[in-house]
T-cell receptor, first 104, second 116 residues
Framework: KNEVEQSPQNLTAQEGEFITINCSYS?????LHWLQQHPGGGIVSLFM???GKKKHGRLIATINIQEKHSSLHITASHPRDSAVYIC??????FGEGTQLTVNP | EAQVTQNPRYLITVTGKKLTVTCSQN?????MSWYRQDPGLGLRQIYY???????DKGDVPEGYKVSRKEKRNFPLILESPSPNQTSLYFC???????????????FGPGTRLLVL
């Protein structure tokens, strides 16, 4: 069973800052998911990636298959980005999540 | 609108009183699953279904049952709920099974369950 670990567990930033959340896993995978959980509890899928980099607006996700590592970057962070960010391997073993708070 | 719906959204019950949480998707997805989310433990899979009449245990199936009689519905049944089943539950679906295809999962809004 894959071990999926995220860091940091909690992250507080000021509006406008560049944010990085990291995810590492122990067993090789074919794809990695990044999810966002809103303060109200709802979960949405942000990215699914198997190599390289994907970008959606201010969000960028990268993955290094050889190093078993992925990062989620948020540029020009905004208070509305405050949420829990979760990574999951292709078999849906989830990390514990990173609680992000962006202060105005 | 493509969506996964769950009902009820909130439920308070007592130990031993059977309950069912419904889940329905309108995207003709083959794969459906149930998760529970607990503080410090993250999301854990309870049961999943690859297609109609095909279900299998996830990581934490004890105390739960599921059925998949129709493609769109995947109810979660707690025959005799206990306080340790107090949790936030999510249903999810994807076009095909996760794994090598790495399909995007669509999540329901969640059901907050409190068992007294």
């Amino acid at each position: 069973k894959n071990e999926v670990e995220q860091s940091p567990q909690n992250l507080t930033a000021q509006e406008g800052e560049f944010i990085t959340i990291n995810c590492s896993y122990s067993v090789g995978i074919s794809a990695l998911h990044w999810l966002q959980q809103h303060p109200g509890g709802g979960i949405v899928s942000l990215f699914m990636l198997s190599s390289g980099k994907k970008k959606h607006g201010r969000l960028i996700a990268t993955i290094n298959i050889q190093e078993k590592h992925s990062s989620l970057h948020i540029t020009a962070s905004h208070p509305r980005d405050s949420a829990v960010y979760i990574c999951a391997d292709s078999w849906l073993t989830f990390g514990e999540g990173t609680q992000l708070t962006v202060n105005p | 609108e493509a969506q996964v719906t769950q009902n009820p959204r909130y439920l308070i019950t007592v130990t031993g009183k059977k309950l069912t949480v419904t889940c329905s998707q309108n995207m003709n997805h083959e794969y459906m699953s149930w998760y529970r989310q607990d503080p410090g433990l993250g999301l854990r899979q309870i049961y999943y279904s690859m297609n109609v009449e095909v279900t299998d245990k996830g990581d934490v199936p004890e105390g739960y049952k599921v059925s998949r009689k129709e493609k769109r519905n995947f109810p979660l049944i707690l025959e005799s709920p206990s306080p340790n089943q107090t949790s936030l539950y999510f249903c999810a679906s994807s076009l095909f099974s996760s794994g090598s295809r790495g399909e995007t999962q669509y999540f329901g809004p969640g059901t907050r369950l409190l068992v007294l």
